[in-house]
């Protein structure tokens, strides 16, 4: 069974300070996703990382792929309080049609002005 | 472009009773659907998924079945409820491809009393 550990379970910043969220797994993944959510509302696909190593930027969010694909974080650079909200990590586990997620807890951000 | 539907947003259900929660997809053919359940501001778990008309595989044994009447319609069910039951289900679908991401519904807040 594929297990997706995210750190830090809950994070509580003033605006204007960074902050990195991890993922990580003894397992390898075939791409790794971070969604976020707000109360009530599904979550919202950010990212998606497919090579191992990668980094993408959206604007101030920076997403890196381990090298071995076992592991990701998100760093935000500068937080504003619209940052505020859950942030998910899943893993993708291939079957023959398609993908499964596995999801980490997710990192609550609060983000004070 | 596509979107996703789920119904109804809330449901407040004695236990023992029927559930039947409906998702639909437009905008694609043949997507790969998903429920998931998760609890208040954690990560999700996966409850079933399907890659087509009346192939559902169930990740979790429980009280709870999935339907696939529909090539764009996925139902989550129970006979009889549990206390256990209680929980935000999403729906969610993905292209059918390895490493497409998925995209959520805005969930259902099922409350058993």
């Known amino acids: 069974t594929q297990l997706l550990e995210q750190s830090p379970q809950f994070l509580s910043i003033q605006e204007g300070e960074n902050l990195t969220v991890y993922c990580n797994s003894s397992?390898?993944?075939?791409?790794l996703q971070w969604y976020r959510q707000e109360p009530g509302e599904g979550p919202v696909l950010l990212v998606t990382v497919v090579t191992g190593g990668e980094v993408k930027k959206l604007k101030r969010l920076t997403f890196q792929f381990g090298d071995a694909r076992k592991d990701s974080s998100l760093h935000i650079t500068a937080a504003q309080t619209g940052d505020t909200g859950l942030y998910l990590c899943?893993?993708?586990?291939?079957?023959?049609?398609?993908?499964?997620?596995?999801f980490g807890a997710g990192t609550i951000l609060r983000v004070k002005s | 472009s596509q979107t996703i539907h789920q119904w109804p947003a809330t449901l407040v259900q004695p236990v023992g009773s029927p559930l039947s929660l409906e998702c639909t997809v437009e905008g694609t053919s043949n997507p790969n659907l998903y429920w998931y359940r998760q609890a208040a501001g954690r990560g999700l778990q996966l409850l079933f998924y399907s890659i087509g008309i009346d192939q559902i595989s169930s990740e979790v044994p429980q009280n709870l079945s999935a339907s696939r009447p529909q090539d764009r319609q996925f139902i989550l069910s129970s006979k009889k409820l549990l206390l256990s039951d209680s929980g935000f289900y999403l729906c969610a679908w993905s292209e059918a491809y390895s490493n497409q991401p998925q995209h959520f519904g805005d969930g259902t807040r099922l409350s058993i009393l």
């Open positions: 397992s390898v993944f075939s791409s």
């Open positions: 899943a893993g993708a586990v291939g079957f023959e049609y398609g993908n499964k997620l596995v």
